[in-house]
C-alpha cells in the first residue's frame, strides 16, 4: 500500500465502483493510512487471509520482496481465475520466480507503469498518475491471452499505453531510460557534494537546474538499491558505454576539439528534441506554465491564491528572473495537463500573461 499500490487502487476503485479493495502492508501504519484515506475498502492481516478472496492480485512492494511475495503465494490457495501481476521496476527476476504460480497454473502476468514519483508512500498516491504513461505487461508463453485482456481492462482507466515485452526487453530499456540515469543523477549529487567541502557556495549555487537534473536522486534509496541489484547484467554492460562515452568528452576537452564538442551537443540536442512532449515516460516530466509577473510584495500568494481558490494544485513553483522594476516569470508546475490548461484561463482571466514552453 505505498505510492504504486495507492495509485492503482486509487484508479481502479475510481473506474469500476462496484470493485472491492483489500489491502495489506508489512507496514501496518501505511495500511491503516489507505484505509483512513479510502484508497481501499477493507484491511487484511495477512497476506494469505486477503489473497485467498481475490480476483486480482496486485503486488505492489520493492522488486526484492516482490519475488519473496511471489514465493509466499506458491503455498496459499488462491482462487482458480485469479490474475496475479505486480508493478516493479525490474521483471527478470521477478518473472522468472513467478513460474512456480504458472506451472500450479495461475496466470502471473508481469507489469511496469513506467511512471510514479521520488516520492513514496500511499499519502503521494494519485489515481491518475498513469495517465499518458508507458505500462509495460510481460506475460509469459504460456500465459493465458484471456488473462492478459482481463488485466487490461483492469487497467483502462488509468490511461496508460499499455505494451507487452519481453522480460529481457523491458530491463535494458528500463536500464537505458530509468536506472542508469538514476546512477548518474545520484552521482551529480555526490559531486557537488564534495566540491562543497572546499567551497560552501555550491549549495547555494545548486540551487537552480542543478536541482531539476538531480530531482530523481532524492528517490527511496532502498527502492533503488534493489533495482540495481536486479537489473545488473543490462547496467554493467551500460557502465561500458558510458565510461567510453566519458572519455571520449575528456579527451575532445583537452584536446580542445571545438568541433567535436560542438557535435556532442548538437547531436543529443537533435535527438532529444525530438522526443514526444505529450506522454509521460518513466521519469516523469512535469506540466510547465510561465506566468509574467510584476515584482512587487506579496505577489506569489496573490498568484496561488487565485488558483487555490479553483482548487487547482501545484506541484512546483519557481521564480525563474526577477529585478527590481521589470517583470519576473513565474514557474508553476502542474501534475497534469488538464491542471495546467485550469491555472492558464484562471490567471489570464485575473488579467496575467501566461505562456507554455
Ligand atoms: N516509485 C515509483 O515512482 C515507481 C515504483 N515502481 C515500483 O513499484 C514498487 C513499489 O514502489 P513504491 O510504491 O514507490 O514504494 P513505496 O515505498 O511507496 O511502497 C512500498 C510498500 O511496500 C511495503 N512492503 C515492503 N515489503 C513488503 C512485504 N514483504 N509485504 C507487504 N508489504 C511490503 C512497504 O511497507 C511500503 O508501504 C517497487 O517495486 C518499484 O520498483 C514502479 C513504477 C514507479
Ligand atoms: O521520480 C521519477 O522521476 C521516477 O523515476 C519515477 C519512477 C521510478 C521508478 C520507475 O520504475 C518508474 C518511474
Not at 501505511?30 to 492480485?57: H, P
Not at 493465458?144 to 523491458?170: C, D, M, Q, W, Y
Amino acid at each position: 500500500m505505498g505510492l504504486i499500490g495507492g495509485s492503482l487502487a486509487l484508479n481502479i476503485k475510481n473506474t469500476y465502483e462496484s470493485m472491492h479493495i483489500i489491502g495489506y502492508d508489512i507496514n501496518e501504519e501505511q495500511v491503516k493510512l489507505a484505509k483512513s484515506l479510502t484508497v481501499i475498502d477493507e484491511i487484511s492481516s495477512s497476506i494469505e487471509a486477503g489473497a485467498k478472496k481475490a480476483d486480482f492480485i496486485v503486488i505492489a512492494v520493492p522488486v526484492t520482496q516482490a519475488v519473496q511475495v511471489v514465493q509466499r503465494l506458491e503455498s496459499i490457495p488462491l482462487k482458480k481465475e485469479v490474475i496475479v501481476t505486480d508493478v516493479g521496476s525490474t521483471k527478470e527476476q521477478i518473472v522468472q520466480t513467478a513460474s512456480c504460480l504458472l506451472s500450479k497454473g495461475i496466470q502471473f502476468i508481469g507489469g511496469h507503469p513506467m511512471a510514479g514519483s521520488h516520492k513514496s508512500g500511499v499519502t503521494a498516491s494519485k489515481a491518475h498518475l498513469f495517465e499518458n504513461a508507458m505500462y509495460v505487461l510481460t506475460p509469459s508463453p504460456h500465459t493465458e491471452k484471456e488473462a492478459v485482456n482481463r488485466l487490461k481492462k483492469l487497467l483502462a482507466g488509468t490511461k496508460a499505453n499499455i505494451i507487452v515485452l519481453s522480460p529481457k526487453e523491458h530491463d535494458k530499456l528500463a536500464g537505458v531510460i530509468s536506472h542508469f540515469p538514476h546512477i548518474i543523477a545520484a552521482s551529480l549529487v555526490h559531486q557537488a557534494e564534495h566540491y562543497q567541502q572546499g567551497n560552501p557556495l555550491v549549495s547555494k549555487l545548486a540551487a537552480g537546474g542543478f536541482r531539476d537534473i538531480t530531482r530523481i536522486a532524492s528517490s527511496s534509496p532502498a527502492m533503488w538499491r534493489d533495482i540495481l541489484l536486479h537489473n545488473q547484467d543490462a547496467l554493467l554492460q551500460m557502465f561500458d558505454y558510458w565510461l567510453d562515452e566519458m572519455h571520449n568528452v575528456r579527451s575532445m576537452i583537452e584536446k580542445r576539439n571545438a568541433e567535436n564538442i560542438y557535435a556532442y551537443f548538437s547531436q543529443a540536442k537533435e535527438f532529444r528534441d525530438q522526443l514526444p512532449v505529450r506522454s509521460k515516460g518513466a521519469i516523469p516530466s512535469f506540466y510547465d506554465l510561465y506566468v509574467d509577473v510584476p515584482d512587487y510584495l506579496g505577489i506569489i500568494s496573490e498568484v496561488t491564491g487565485y488558483l487555490a481558490e479553483e482548487e487547482i494544485s501545484i506541484t512546483n513553483i519557481r521564480i525563474l528572473e526577477t529585478r527590481v522594476d521589470i517583470y519576473g516569470v513565474l514557474r508553476l508546475s502542474f501534475q497534469t495537463d488538464e491542471d495546467r490548461k485550469k491555472a492558464k484561463v484562471c490567471l489570464e482571466g485575473r488579467g496575467y500573461q501566461t505562456f507554455i514552453s
